[in-house]
């Protein structure tokens, strides 16, 4: 069974930065794509970033150049560096894992506003 939980959330203000973390508890972390999903009030979940079991990174459109996404599998972790948040950057952010089967944490909240 995969648990993933999720850290790091809060209040920011416009241009200031966050980190996440996400827990990943599974037996063998090395095989799972990781990945940050957020969603917001009326809008569908998107793709914030991920990260391939190999190391490769994808960034959503709305992102590129402001997050970065990291893990460490020794620790079995996942990380979302965010920096000159924004307020359009307020959502739910959900940590995700796949490998045959699809996983997510329960969220947590990320509010930018000044």
């Known amino acids: 069974q995969v648990q993933l939980v999720e850290s790091g959330g809060g209040l920011a203000q416009p241009g200031e930065s966050m980190r996440l973390s996400c827990a990943v508890s599974?037996?063998?972390?090395?095989?799972?794509?990781l990945g940050w999903y957020r969603q917001s009030p009326g809008k569908q979940r998107e793709l914030v970033a991920s990260?391939?079991?190999?190391?490769?990174?994808v960034y959503g459109d709305a992102v590129k150049g402001r997050f970065a996404i990291s893990r460490d599998n020794g620790e079995k972790m996942v990380y979302l560096r965010m920096n000159n948040l924004k307020p359009e950057d307020t959502a739910v952010y959900y940590c995700?894992?796949?490998?045959?089967?699809?996983?997510w944490g329960r969220g947590t909240q990320v509010t930018v506003s000044s």
């Open positions: 599974v037996a063998e972390v090395t095989i799972f794509d």
């Open positions: 995700n894992a796949f490998w045959e089967n699809e996983y």
């Open positions: 990260i391939s079991a190999a190391g490769y990174e």
